[in-house]
């Protein structure tokens, strides 16, 4: 699953750094949470929250099953 999650934050990382950001894939657990952390200008955006759960979140839960939900790490 973690390969799944990388090629799928791969996809999305081209829109983070148009924007000056980025992430960092932390970690997949054995029960689909995925750990990430934004960083550059995503690390502090007021937006970050609604890129996370709206951008990040939609597109692993619909491309890797197995995802439960993402959660960030600061």
Request: aromatic share 2%.
């Amino acid at each position: 699953m973690e390969e799944q999650v990388r090629e799928v934050l791969g996809k999305l990382r081209p829109f983070l750094l148009r924007d000056g950001g980025d992430v960092e894939l932390i970690d997949v657990d054995d029960d689909g949470v995925v750990l990430l952390k934004l960083m550059g200008a995503c690390g502090n955006c007021p937006s970050s929250a609604i890129t996370l759960k709206a951008g990040i979140e939609r597109a692993l839960m619909a491309e890797v099953p197995g995802v439960s939900e993402i959660e960030q790490v600061f």
